[in-house]
């Protein structure tokens, strides 16, 4: 880290306007400098990789490729990058969808200016910045989920395994030799014991729990 350079900040977000004014914001500090600009996941990934920004202000709902994939392949290809998801959102799936992805930080866009360039500094300094509601979410979730992750039963977490693997219910049970209404019934099963409300917050569950290995 070379603190006698500026900041370079890639801006991602599928907003004209977002993007303006993501742009003059960044340039009112001297410590930062805009290192580009794009408007959805796959043109973050293509600029990332030609102009090496410091950090990356990420929106995550966006056409074609979205935020979170193009998150988990910039961090799966380098830790050097720091990604800061900004976005309206702050439901507990996509919070926990965008930290395992491999995002640093998570703000929504109703933070202040000040706010704001101070969590790109701590983002450049390997320090995160969650947003209040950020962090509710991820309690609320760990909460739900305490007491209940180590009644699964064995069975159960082999259909969460190839569950994580994208195996839909008929592909599970002619893995496991079980029927399709034994499969939804597991399924039901692993939703109401983990407290998700579907088939990647359990799968994200399960891995922030360590009840099943990633592929």
């Given amino acids: 880290m070379d603190s006698a350079r500026p900041i370079r900040v890639l801006i991602v977000d599928d907003h004209a306007m977002v993007r303006s004014g993501l742009r003059q914001f960044i340039r009112s500090f001297d410590d930062l400098i805009p290192a580009g600009e794009a408007r959805n996941g796959a043109e973050a990934v293509e600029i990332w990789q030609a102009n090496a920004p410091d950090v990356i202000l990420m929106d995550l709902v966006m056409p074609g490729m979205d935020g979170i994939e193009a998150t988990r392949q910039i961090t799966k290809q380098s830790k050097e990058t720091k990604i800061i998801v900004l976005t309206s959102f702050h439901e507990q799936e996509q919070v926990e969808q ?34 209040p509601e950020a962090t509710e979410a991820l309690i609320q979730a760990t909460r739900r989920a305490a007491g ?8 159960e977490k082999e259909v969460l395994a190839l569950m994580a693997q994208g195996g839909s219910n008929f592909a599970i049970g002619v893995k496991l030799n079980i029927s399709i209404a034994t499969v939804k019934f597991h399924v039901r099963n692993i939703f109401s014991k983990l407290g998700a409300k579907n088939r990647s917050e359990a799968v994200t569950l399960a891995w922030q729990h360590k009840l099943i290995e990633k592929p």
């Fill in 98 to 131: 965008a930290l395992q992805a491999g995002a640093m930080s998570y703000l929504l866009k109703n933070v202040s200016a000040d706010e704001l360039a101070q969590a790109i500094r701590s983002a450049y300094a390997g320090r995160s910045v969650m947003a």
């Fill in 148 to 155: 209940t992750t180590t009644s699964l039963t064995e069975r």
